[in-house]
């Protein structure tokens, strides 16, 4: 992995939107088979959602066979996710590291696919980092009394969770995320659910998908 400013003839295969962090940095570029290919990160913006699922799916992850039992295989594959803030750092919940911020160009050094989507009512960016740093404290688990009680409770399909934040000190991926966006727009996001999966993301209709575009920057 690595950076590279933005060259004339990438700028005309990626065309920044109107609004965006592009501006402000520079393009993240992935060597692919022996050629370079750049990110259109012109196009991400804070708040926005990193989904990721493994280049072959692994028949035992405990994510992915939870959420076999509430979507199809197709979207059971989305097993994690992170959200994104003005500085292109990516901030998730994970296993051991509980919750974690990196660049979105470590990320996106690792094997995987991955797909972005933006909520409809986009954190403002003073709200995003305080939200992001209330719940940067909390430890990840999902043995927890309440993540074990809210993830049976969305398998019998029961309605609302009276408190929809998590309120013991622990997180995983989705709820970190859920938790952030909640807070940081005031905004009900998942509110019908007890609990919220990575794979909600790719199809709750509060979340749009952003087209990510891998324009070759070198033959």
């Known amino acids: 992995m690595i950076e590279t400013p933005i060259n004339r003839a990438q700028a005309a295969q990626c065309r920044p939107s109107p609004g965006s962090l592009g501006a402000l940095f520079t393009l993240c570029a992935v060597s692919f088979e022996g050629r370079t290919f750049s990110l259109n990160v012109a196009d991400i913006r804070a708040g926005d959602v990193i989904i990721q699922s ?6 035992l992850n405990p994510v992915y066979r939870y959420q076999r039992l509430l ?3 197709d979207v059971a594959r989305w097993t994690h996710c992170g959200i994104i ?4 750092t ?3 919940a994970m296993p051991g590291a509980h919750v974690r911020s990196r660049p979105l160009r470590v990320l996106l050094s690792e094997s995987h696919r991955l797909k972005i989507v933006r909520p409809v ?4 960016p003073v709200g995003l980092r305080t939200s992001l740093l209330q719940f940067s404290n909390h430890q990840y688990s999902v043995f ?3 993540t074990v009680g809210r993830l049976g409770a969305r398998l019998a399909r029961a309605g609302p969770w009276p408190n929809p934040a998590t309120n013991d000190g622990t997180v995983m ?3 970190f995320v859920s938790d952030v966006l909640r807070r940081s727009t005031r905004h009900g996001f998942f509110r019908q659910l007890p609990i919220a999966v990575p794979a909600d993301f790719a199809t709750d209709a509060d979340f749009t998908d952003v087209p990510l575009h891998w324009c070759a920057a070198e033959p």
């Open 121 to 124: 009512i986009p954190p403002a």
């Open 90 to 92: 990516v901030w998730d």
């Open 144 to 146: 927890s009394v309440e």
């Open 54 to 59: 493994r280049p072959s799916i692994d028949q």
């Open 71 to 73: 979507f199809g295989a």
């Open 85 to 88: 803030d003005e500085n292109l």
């Open 173 to 175: 991926c989705s709820l």
